[in-house]
């Protein structure tokens, strides 16, 4: 119970942006999760630290030794996507994958997060998807958004993304000028 509380806590610092106070919980987590032989959570905080100190902190080795030790605790099919979508997203971040091979990836991902029913986890890979596009200046991120505003429809949850989108700031600047562009164009039309 307390691995889950520490894990819980990180999360909601991740998303009040802060991400020190949350890579140091989920380190707690980890060590609670350790002491009581708690392999989800301590999955679940071992790939949140590699996301977190790939992107926030851009350290792609300690990064990695978060995705060895996860990759330990994977236990059934959700946790071997959950893993390969962050090792991807850590891959790309150090260069080891050029954004054309991450979105390959990462569409298979989401392909099979769909397939199994996890709408909610194949929206933060689409995201990430759409985050590669929008950064090599591929303009098809646009659909994407598209679909991501459909699925928060359906989720009936607008922020879901937003913890990730803490991630990629600037892209949350572009998705703001593309929102307002089109807003423009639609009140030009009437």
Sequence with gaps: MKAELHWL????????????????????????ASRHQVVYEEFLCQIALATLVSLKLSNGSKAKKHLKRAQHLISDEPDQLAFRFREVLVLAN?????????????????DSFGTMGLLQEQGFVRFHIL??????????????LESLRALAATLKNPHFLEREFHL???LRRLVDLEVKSFKNE???HT
């Design 9 to 32: 806590h990180a999360e909601l610092l991740w998303l009040l942006k802060d991400h020190n106070a949350a890579m140091a919980q989920y380190e707690f987590a980890i060590s609670a």
């Design 94 to 110: 150090s260069g080891e994958y050029v954004p054309e091979h991450a979105i390959r990836e990462l569409e298979g991902v989401s």
């Design 131 to 144: 985050r590669l596009k929008a950064q090599g200046g591929n303009r098809a991120f646009v659909e994407d």
């Design 168 to 170: 990629a700031p600037d």
């Design 186 to 188: 639609a009140n030009l």
